[in-house]
């Protein structure tokens, strides 16, 4: 168990909508980092998260958007749900803004039909 | 801009063999990482590795760095089923940021 904690752990919904993905670092972590990884593709990184700040920023769509709360607690909102954007979606943490070992979550299943 | 290469990308080996798995990337960093991932599930931390000429090993594997050939190496020594996965470097760049390789997926079989 890496301390990671990713909620929920799957996820269907329909093209169009809109959803939350949830994620809570381990403990001290102030880092939370966003990946989309698709059926036997690697690493997309999306965005990173120091401290409430946004850090940096990868492939991200525009039809998603992430935060980062005081608590230190991040959530992914994807919106206007497209076929492609199904894939496994994965947070990690790290205690240092990086590049640093990262702990990552179990993931959430996304499926859109 | 920081480039990571691996090869190869599937490995299909019998168990009991030897097999190199290498992570060549394109600009200096003294930070590399290997993380294993088994099919449906998250990534796991192997091996942090953070100077040059740094050597790690865990049972079967063992993971080098060579900064200046920027070059690392993820050797398997009489590989069995359970190392069955795929394996990424992951390297540190001048942005703070870890730049992934795209993986490599090995399969041994008995």
């Known amino acids: 168990d890496s301390g990671v904690t990713q909620t929920p752990k799957h996820l269907i919904t329909a093209t169009g909508q809109r959803v939350t993905l949830r994620c809570s670092p381990r403990?001290?972590?102030?880092?939370v980092y966003w990946y989309q990884q698709s059926l036997d593709q690697g690493l997309q990184f999306l965005i990173q998260?120091?401290?409430?700040?946004?850090?940096a920023k990868g492939n991200i769509l525009e039809r998603f958007s992430a935060q980062q709360f005081p608590d230190l607690h991040s959530e992914l909102n994807l919106s206007s749900l497209e076929l492609g954007d199904s894939a496994l979606y994965f947070c990690?943490?790290?205690?240092?803004?990086?590049?640093?070992?990262?702990?990552f979550g179990q993931g959430t299943r996304l499926t859109v039909v | 801009e920081l480039k990571v290469e691996q090869n190869p990308l599937f490995l299909s080996m019998q168990e009991g063999k030897n097999y190199t798995i290498y992570c060549n990337y394109s600009?200096?960093?003294?930070?590399l990482y290997w993380y294993r991932q088994d099919p449906g599930k998250s990534l796991e931390s192997l091996f942090v590795?953070?100077?040059n000429g740094a050597v790690k090993q865990e049972g079967r594997l063992m993971a080098s760095l060579d900064t200046k050939a920027r070059l690392s190496t993820l050797h398997i020594t009489a590989a069995v089923h359970d190392l069955s996965a795929t394996y990424f470097c992951?390297?540190?760049?001048?942005?703070?940021?870890?730049?992934w390789g795209a993986g490599t997926k090995l399969i041994i079989k008995p």
């Open positions: 990690a943490s790290s205690p240092r803004a990086g590049p640093t070992e990262a702990f």
């Open positions: 403990s001290g972590d102030l880092s």
């Open positions: 998260y120091y401290n409430g700040e946004e850090r």
């Open positions: 600009t200096t960093s003294d930070r």
């Open positions: 590795l953070l100077s």
């Open positions: 992951a390297v540190g760049d001048s942005n703070y940021q870890l730049i």
